[in-house]
């Protein structure tokens, strides 16, 4: 985003580093990019169609790299980055009317929404986690799991589903309250 610009919204698989195929959590880098105010889009569960120009372009940048022949990390980004610039710069796109995607979106090197790093607000982060409710099941010894961190419920509690949930209260500020219910 440093080169190319702020973007308001993003697209991403359900897969780490994005999402969480069980849906049982929501990943770090996914809450980061609602922190800087990007709306981050998950696709269904194996549902690549949901996605399919960028599941095609990324096979399409897989092959270009020829990805599974990098001796390492550095070579295999020295690679994507010549396979996107490649598709970028010089092929010309039946989609672009026969020009090349720098050709048909000239904008995009000049985006007017820079980026900026200090710009994070975790007030974002908290509101997207107050719109959802997360089921967990508690232990024999009374406890469960919610994204990373284990939560004494109480044993008179332990194999019954339980439902977490964020409560925003607002007073001077920004404060946050997590609930449970049984």
């Not at 949901?50 to 990390?73: F, H, I, L, M, P």
Request: glycine letters at 6%; hydrophobic letters at 35%; one cysteine or more.
């Amino acid at each position: 985003m440093f080169r190319w610009g702020f973007i308001g919204a993003f697209r991403a698989d359900n897969g780490a580093p994005f999402g969480d195929p069980s849906r049982r959590a929501l990943s770090v880098l996914n809450l980061c990019l609602r922190g800087y105010g990007i709306h981050v889009k998950v696709n269904p569960p194996r549902r690549p169609q949901k996605n399919a120009k960028v599941e095609r372009n990324q096979g399409t940048t897989s092959r270009w790299a020829d990805v599974s022949a990098c001796r390492n990390y550095l070579d295999f980004q020295d690679k994507i980055n010549q396979a996107v610039w490649h598709q970028r710069e010089l092929f010309p796109s039946r989609v672009c009317k026969g020009q090349t995607r720098a050709q048909y979106f000239p904008q995009l090197f000049n985006n007017p929404k820079r980026f900026h790093s200090d710009a994070f607000y975790p007030h974002f982060i908290y509101e997207h986690l107050a719109k959802g409710a997360w089921q967990r099941k508690v232990s024999k010894d009374g406890t469960t799991r919610l994204f990373s961190a284990n939560y004494q419920i109480g044993r008179k509690h332990c194999l019954k589903h339980v439902t977490a949930t964020l409560i925003l209260m607002r007073n001077h500020g920004f404060s946050k309250t997590a609930m449970v219910s049984y």
